[in-house]
């Protein structure tokens, strides 16, 4: 395969770094190298930095129709190049044609959304009088004005999903972005930057900065012309971040580890379906993936019945052939996951099916009788490996939920709404979904990640409200 030495993407123009050091990308599931990306200088990311603090001001002056005007046309272009795109993410991380197309077009209809919300969003007014003593004669005119420089950090697992959640409500509320994608996802990023580069955007507006977090990480985080922080990653990460970034406004949607639970009562076939689609479809490497299953002991055998029978039914092998289940990531990822499995097996848990590996491909597992001294039972595999822990009641189902140190989603499968709304008001997540699989979308809703899942809230609104602030004018009126 030939390898493409990608540049970075600094005022409108593609160059190449002073360093002369390239990073090299290997493909998950090719084993060999797809493209080499420049490891960016300090004295390049400045440069980026100062023209995006020049830019964002008349940016921000341009009216809001201007601006929609450009976010559609990078909406279109991303959807004229899905055939050229969703190539490259299938390569770069691994996940099927099919997945990969969806994901460019779920990014395209976000743009779309992100424009509609902001043009619908008002400011208010406020009157004087309404608090003792105040005046008739004094209105408050609040509206939200941008940040500033949003710097926008992206996983690898959603390579343009997750970096245009960030760019699109950062640009339409008048801000300009640094960009720093994963390593390994920047080639997805860089594609999708130059849907954006065809919109025409003003030069210098969204910078793309390519280099290991480990090296450029700090520096971008601790520089004093960013304004915003936004981040989605694993939580190690998001916490060393929060402690770089002194005094400025952060969102972080971190990692989880979303229950599953199962009451007596539930629909079995339904409750599994839903659990297997969330717990392994690109093998388990989704945040809001189920990584555990709580369930009432009296309906435990069935339940775990359904899930091997299904389990075993599961596509797995290359991305290239729409397989749900393809190799991790990377090695390190698999022998993590090898590691979960190991010492389950050895604390006592029983492997229902799986446990098979070939390189960094997992066979997708099922470990049942799953104790609360497993580390399966706590951690984040980002693996195809479901455990399931057995209770025996509601409130030792929600008391395990609740142990975690993550807080993302939570999923309840039940017949009665009442139960549901019980269990829904002890959980301490961001959202619970009631008898469906716990998932980020639809992307207009809040999605927020509490305890070690985060802090502040994405979403489409949500995600305009977090890169803005709001500004209030006083009219003194003489009257
Ligand atoms: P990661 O290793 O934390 O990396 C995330 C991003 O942080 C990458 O761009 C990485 O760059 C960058 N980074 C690393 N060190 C940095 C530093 N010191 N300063 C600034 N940036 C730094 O996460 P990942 O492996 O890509 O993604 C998997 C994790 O993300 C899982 O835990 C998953 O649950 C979580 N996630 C959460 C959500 C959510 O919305 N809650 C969504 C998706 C994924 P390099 O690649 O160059 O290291
Ligand atoms: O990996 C984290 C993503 O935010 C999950 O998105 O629920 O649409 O797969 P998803």
């Not at 860089?190 to 280099?211: D, N, Q, R, W, Y």
């Not at 985060?454 to 803005?468: A, C, D, Y």
């Amino acid at each position: 395969m030939k390898v493409i030495d990608y540049k970075f993407y600094v005022n409108g123009q593609w160059k190449e770094s002073q360093s002369g050091q390239m990073i090299e990308i290997q493909s998950p599931y090719l084993y060999e190298m797809i493209g080499r990306v420049q490891a960016m200088e300090k004295e390049e990311v400045d440069e980026a930095i100062s023209l995006a603090r020049e830019v964002q001001v008349e940016w921000a002056n341009t009216s809001l129709q201007e601006r929609a005007k450009y976010l559609y046309r990078w909406a279109d272009e991303l959807v004229n190049m899905q055939n050229e795109i969703a190539p490259i993410i299938m390569k770069e991380v691994g996940k099927s044609l099919k997945d990969a197309r969806n994901e460019v077009v779920r990014t395209a209809d976000f743009i779309r959304y992100t424009v509609e919300e902001a043009l619908h969003m008002h400011g208010e007014n406020m009157k004087g009088d309404s608090f003792p003593g105040g005046s008739k004669s004094k209105i408050a005119m609040i509206e939200r004005v941008p940040l500033g420089v949003v710097l926008a950090i992206s996983p690898f697992n959603y390579p343009v999903n997750l970096a245009a959640a960030k760019l699109a409500p950062a640009l339409i509320a008048g801000n300009a972005v640094i960009f720093k994608p994963a390593t390994q996802g920047s080639i997805s990023g860089i594609k999708m930057i130059e849907a954006f580069h065809k919109a025409e955007f003003p030069k210098g507006l969204v910078s793309l900065i390519t280099g290991r977090g480990s090296v450029i990480g700090d520096y971008l985080v601790e520089h004093k012309g960013i304004d915003m922080i936004s981040f989605t990653g694993g939580t190690n990460t998001g916490e060393h971040l929060a402690k770089k970034a002194a005094m400025i406004p952060m969102v972080l949607e971190l990692g989880g580890k979303d229950p599953g639970i199962v009451r007596e009562d539930a629909d079995l076939v339904e409750a599994a379906k839903q659990i297997i689609s969330g717990a392994f479809s690109y093998s388990g490497q989704r945040c809001t993936a189920i990584k555990r299953v709580l369930v009432h002991e009296h309906i435990g055998d069935k339940l775990v019945g359904i899930l091997k029978e299904e389990i075993e039914r599961l596509a797995v092998g290359s991305p290239e052939k729409g397989n749900t289940v393809v190799p991790l990531i990377d090695n390190q990822s698999a022998d993590f996951v090898q590691g979960l499995i190991e010492d389950a097996i050895e604390k006592g848990s029983k492997v229902v099916t799986g446990n098979k590996r070939d390189r960094n491909l997992i066979y997708p597992t099922l470990l049942d009788h799953v104790t609360e001294d497993m580390s399966v039972a706590w951690e984040e595999p980002f693996g195809p490996v479901l455990p399931v822990i057995r209770v025996s009641s509601d409130e030792e189902a929600i008391n395990i939920a609740n142990k975690s140190e993550y807080g993302l989603q939570a999923s309840v499968f039940t017949k009665d709404i009442n139960k549901a709304f019980m269990i829904s008001n002890k959980m301490e997540t961001g959202s619970v979904q009631i008898n469906g699989r716990t998932e980020r979308g639809p992307d207009h809703f809040p999605f927020i990640g509490v305890k070690g899942s985060g802090m502040g809230v994405q979403g489409i609104r949500k995600s305009i409200e977090s890169m803005t602030r709001e500004k209030v004018t006083v009219l003194n009126l003489s009257l």
